[in-house]
């Protein structure tokens, strides 16, 4: 049997190393578009601020360590056109320009996405970068320390745009951020936008909500980024206004897609296609709460649905537990996260719903330095199952989202998760943990 996977970052490698531990005798071939294979792309923004000045961390496995495997890996080759009747592929090497044929028993598909840069005048002007590749990441790293990039103008305030901005700060720029919509990192709920906003001005970002891009221009040695309400000079403009499934070239196969060009499987991680799997930034995932296909954007999702999908292209029918939408960030000396339904979903599927948000301390009193907790929960009304949670603060909001979100997973009641045996000692938590106090607080 002969498996192609098209795409070779966290999806795409997930798939192939576990389709080759389950599978000795297959032949595994990877169509990789860029020049580098298993990344952490998650930690592109933290390389380009300075934690981290070796790139080489970032990267899981290199071909040599697959091609030990028995994976077949060839980088800077695109793949052009999908023929599903004959199973092959159309491929193009980059840097030769030549391009072949190659055919397929099984095809996996983990393309990624791409960014979606509003199409305003001026989005490709040299001066302007997004952040989707280790490429794009290798570049921004330089690009951000020339002397002469002083200010820095961010397009989108979603989870690439917020990083960015603290990544740029921490390098002694000056940062404008432009959001279109009302507030910042939609996923999460108002009040915890809210708090991002306050932590980011508080570290001199300067934020312009409801500021939509109309135009980039070339002034001199500056960029002109225009807006409806005003004009700001700059050096850089970074794009993060959101995101694509790079699944263009798959238009003509007549593959099952979502309205954003998402490729729809099943909870085996197959399309519509016969023998063709998908997962990761192209592709949707089962939602466990909302029970229905849902795009999620995370390299949580694309590595697990990328190892259930490598199971089953070697013929096993392994089942997708299901996302939650569960995310977290830091934004400068705030960690937030979330999981479960936001209360606009919970609204949607007209589910009789409680809000609670309640403020505790990480620990007590009596050990130095307590720090606030801020959380709100989302449960339904009737059996006060908890459906989502929100969690902020300057120290472990992230771990305690964590437990919320093996609740949601497991359909706890806020009952039973005010009363779950979670470890206490002062310096790390109360004898009533901030959780049990949410729980306990859902009536």
């Known amino acids: 049997m002969r498996v192609i996977v098209i795409g070779g970052v966290a999806a795409g490698m997930s798939a192939a190393s576990k389709l080759r531990r389950a599978d000795p005798k297959a032949e595994i071939a990877v169509y990789e578009r860029g020049s580098f294979l298993s990344y952490g792309a998650c930690g592109l923004p933290y390389y380009i601020g300075g934690w981290n000045e070796d790139p080489q961390k970032l990267i899981a496995r290199t071909p040599e360590k697959f091609r030990e495997m028995g994976i077949e890996t060839h980088l800077r080759h695109e793949v052009l056109r999908v023929d599903a009747a004959r199973k092959t592929v159309t491929v193009r090497d980059l840097d030769s320009g030549r391009e072949f044929e190659d055919r397929w028993d099984r095809l996996m598909i983990a393309v990624g996405c791409r960014s979606a840069a509003p199409p305003v005048p001026g989005y490709d002007l040299p001066a302007v970068f997004s952040l989707r590749s280790m490429e794009d990441g290798l570049l921004l ?223 007590p009193n009596y050990y130095p330095d307590p720090s606030p907790l801020a959380i709100k929960l989302i449960y339904d009304a009737r059996t006060r199952r908890i459906l989502g949670a929100n969690v902020a603060g300057s120290h472990d909001a992230v771990m305690r989202t964590d437990i919320f979100a093996v609740a949601v997973h497991a359909g706890m009641t806020a009952e039973e998760l005010g009363t779950v045996d979670l470890a206490y000692a002062p310096p790390f938590a109360s004898v009533w943990d901030a959780v049990h106090i949410a729980a306990n607080a859902a009536k």
Do not use: W
């Open 141 to 363: 790293h330089e690009i951000a320390r020339l002397p002469g990039v002083r200010h820095a103008v961010i397009v989108g305030g979603g989870a690439i745009g917020v990083e960015m901005a603290e990544a740029l700060t921490r390098l002694g720029k000056r940062i404008t951020l432009l959001e279109g919509a009302e507030r910042l990192l939609r996923p999460f709920e108002p009040e915890f936008s809210e708090l991002a906003a306050r932590e980011l001005e508080r570290n001199g970002v300067t934020l312009r909500l409801n500021s939509r891009l109309q135009a980039i221009e070339e002034k001199g040695d500056h960029r002109l980024v225009r807006t409806e309400k005003e004009e700001i000079a700059c050096d850089l403009v970074l794009m993060a206004a959101g995101i694509r499934p790079e699944t263009a070239f798959l238009k003509e196969t007549g593959i099952r897609m979502a309205r954003n060009g998402a490729i729809l499987v099943d909870r085996e991680m197959r399309t519509s296609l016969p023998d063709v799997y998908a997962a990761g930034d192209c592709a949707t995932c089962y939602h466990r709460v909302l029970e229905e296909d849902y795009y999620l954007a995370l390299g949580t999702a694309a590595n697990k649905t990328g190892r259930i999908a490598g199971a089953n292209l070697a013929g096993g029918h392994e089942k997708f537990a299901g996302v939650l939408g569960t995310a977290a960030i830091k934004v400068f000396d705030l960690e937030m996260g979330r999981t479960g339904l936001s209360e606009a979903e919970a609204a949607r599927t007209g589910l009789p719903y409680r809000t609670k948000m309640i403020t505790s301390q990480d620990h």
